[in-house]
């Protein structure tokens, strides 16, 4: 405990605020008490105020969110479904195949939600339930090429030990080999199907492209990756102080080969709690997380000004391969790892679309003015 009195209690919100650079304060009454009062300085809240349209912002963001997961009843059994990630050439061969997905992974949620129902109707689909039901050991093995599938089964299929063993001979970046030890189907199995069979799903800037139109309340005209880099014109850099975020901010992280490889879109910023939700469509996720899902970081509500890239910030989303058998990410383990990291090229950043920026300035004036909260 450090005993202060209320001059040193206004001195330290002074010091907090001069740390922010905030354009504007609104300071909480102090605690009542003579000098000498005991207070926990470790407790001391520095929290952006959030206008009116932060706030039904972050509620647009959540329900465009929401609409990307539906339950469906199958077998007599729920299951809570999510779109898939599908990234058109992301897996090819050196034969001239490339994987490419039903609206080139541009799709709204609505259209995916059409081609899933068909898809889930299909012979097709009973017949891979049916053979996922059967008791056993076994592997399914997925042909992108031909959007077939096939079930080994006996020693060849139990040699790989379980789920993590590594790919068997002859496989390839067409070819997708999944462990199953018992006959029980998960929603992670269906997500296989619709990736594998079906090529249905959102590549990682058409989902966030998804969200900004449910900001603008129309189509933002492009939603290609390279549109939300500041190079294009269509963005500028914001920073990555948490104070300066605002929901429809966009990460947009960098890649091994020089360029800009992922994009993910800020939801919201929990004052109270220090966590800011952040969404994104991804299948380098732990199994029952691929396709779109929410991530969280941690930050310190007594340090506002702190960096996404401070050691301090915590970033909760691991990444992992997405199946079972394929190789990791070589130098990251978490989405923090992957932000952090400077590359002799360039570094991730967040952008924020200026028509975003244009809409909701005009809607509100000090949208993005920091009106900084000071208490205990």
């Known amino acids: 405990m450090l005993r202060v009195d ?58 465009a969110f929401l609409a990307c997961f539906r339950r469906y009843e199958i077998d ?27 609206g080139s992974g541009k799709a709204g949620a609505e259209s995916l939600w059409r081609r899933i129902d068909a898809l889930l109707m299909s012979s097709d689909f009973l017949a891979y339930r049916e053979a996922l039901r059967e008791e056993g050991p076994k592997e399914i093995v997925f042909d ?8 080994r089964r006996g020693p060849q299929s139990s040699a790989r030990g379980g789920p993590d063993g590594g790919e ?13 030890a018992d006959s029980e189907i998960t929603a992670a199995d269906i997500y296989d199907y619709l990736y594998s069979v079906g090529s249905v799903g959102m ?23 390279w549109y939300f880099t500041p190079a294009s014109g269509f963005s500028e850099t914001v920073g990555d102080r948490i104070i300066d975020l605002r929901p429809g901010d966009i990460f947009i992280f960098f ?26 469509d991804t299948d380098w996720a732990p199994r029952d997380q691929r396709g779109v899902h929410e991530s969280t970081i941690l930050f310190d509500t007594r340090r506002p000004q702190s960096r996404l890239g401070d050691p301090s910030v915590r ?44 809409a909701l300035g005009a809607l509100e004036p000090d949208f993005y003015v920091n009106r900084i909260k000071i208490g205990y």
Request: charged letters at 25%; glycine letters at 12%; aromatic letters at 10%.
């Open 203 to 225: 590549d990682c800037s058409g989902f966030v492209s998804y969200i900004q139109r449910a900001i603008l309340g129309h189509n933002p005209g492009f939603s290609s990756l």
């Open 144 to 151: 992108l090429e031909s959007a077939g599938w096939t079930v």
């Open 255 to 280: 890649g091994h080969e020089g360029t800009f490889r992922h994009s993910a879109v800020i939801q919201s910023i929990d004052w109270d709690e220090g966590v800011i939700r952040y969404l994104q």
């Open 6 to 63: 209320a001059c040193g209690r206004m001195l330290l919100a002074v010091a907090a605020l001069a740390a922010i650079g905030t354009d504007a304060a609104t300071q909480d009454p102090a605690p009542s008490g003579g000098a000498g009062t005991e207070i926990a300085v470790p407790t001391l809240r520095i929290a952006r105020i959030k206008t009116t349209g932060e706030l039904r912002l972050e509620g647009a963001i959540r329900d």
């Open 315 to 358: 970033w909760n989303q691991v990444i992992l391969p997405a199946f079972p058998g394929e190789p990791g990410l070589k130098y990251w383990r978490t989405d923090g790892d992957r932000f952090r990291t400077v590359w002799p090229r360039g570094r991730s950043l967040v952008v924020r679309l200026i028509s975003v920026k244009e």
């Open 76 to 102: 007599g059994k729920s299951y809570d479904l999510r779109i898939p990630f599908g990234e058109n050439g992301e897996r090819t061969d050196d034969r001239g195949f490339s994987q490419n997905f039903y």
């Open 168 to 180: 068997p001979d002859g496989s390839s970046r067409t070819e997708i080999h999944v462990f199953k």
